[in-house]
């Protein structure tokens, strides 16, 4: 019997292959001690081909690991604020967005 170990690095949203990753790995290894890369994923994702991302402190300056890195007080309502600009109008939004 093979073990089956799988690492990933943090981001914003997972995309759905990590989620099959994560079902097929016997031991899940999350990265955060790797280094944050700033025009990385780690803080953003593509909804409807338009980039959002989460502001990100730096004061632990831009060499730090993922694990230092903090989110900004306002990221919240930036990130419900794309959300809202990004889908309002979608089948299912106004059901689906107090969810959120």
Not at 9 to 22: A, E, I
Not at 43 to 69: C, F, N, P
């Amino acid at each position: 019997m093979s073990l089956i170990i799988a690492g990933h690095q943090p981001d914003l949203l997972p995309y759905s292959g990590w989620f099959h990753k994560l079902a097929k790995a016997d031991i899940m290894d999350l990265k955060v001690w790797d280094q944050y890369v700033n025009r990385g994923y780690q803080r953003r994702v593509k909804m409807r081909d338009q980039w959002v991302g989460l502001r990100i402190t730096d004061e632990h300056g831009s060499y730090a690991s993922i694990h230092d890195k903090r989110i900004s007080e306002d990221s919240p309502a930036v990130l419900i604020d794309s959300i809202t600009r990004i889908y309002k109008g979608a089948k299912f939004y106004d059901e689906r967005i107090d969810e959120v």
